[in-house]
């Protein structure tokens, strides 16, 4: 089993940034990817992020060039930063790990962008 603990959500102004952060706790043998989606009302949930255990990288198109993230594996974290925030942006961010055809999820952290 494998625990995700997300922070770093709030309320920000459109044009500012955040940054989240994603704990991982339990087994992490054979996590092959971690990542973030994020989920707004009345909308499926949809992919922002998501890095690979070799180090690939992948965004939504919606985030490129405003959102990074990065994996620090000695901590088992994973960050997304989040730059140049629009209120399209406002969601609850959920932290996503993969294992084969496993997946972990964390409980979300909501993130609001005001105009």
């Known amino acids: 089993q494998v625990q995700l603990v997300e922070s770093g959500g709030g309320l920000v102004q459109a044009g500012g940034s955040l940054r989240l952060s994603c704990a991982a706790s339990g087994s992490m043998f054979g996590i092959n990817a971690m990542g973030w989606y994020r989920q707004a009302p009345g909308q499926q949930r949809e992919l922002v992020a998501v890095?690979?255990?070799?180090?690939?990288?992948m965004y939504a198109d919606s985030v490129k060039g405003r959102f990074t993230i990065s994996r620090d594996n000695a901590k088992n974290t994973v960050y997304l930063q989040m730059n140049s925030l629009e209120p399209e942006d406002t969601a609850v961010y959920y932290c996503?790990?993969?294992?084969?055809?496993?997946?972990?999820w964390g409980q979300g952290t909501q993130v609001t962008v005001s105009s």
């Open positions: 996503y790990a993969k294992r084969l055809i496993t997946e972990y």
């Open positions: 890095i690979t255990g070799g180090g690939s990288i």
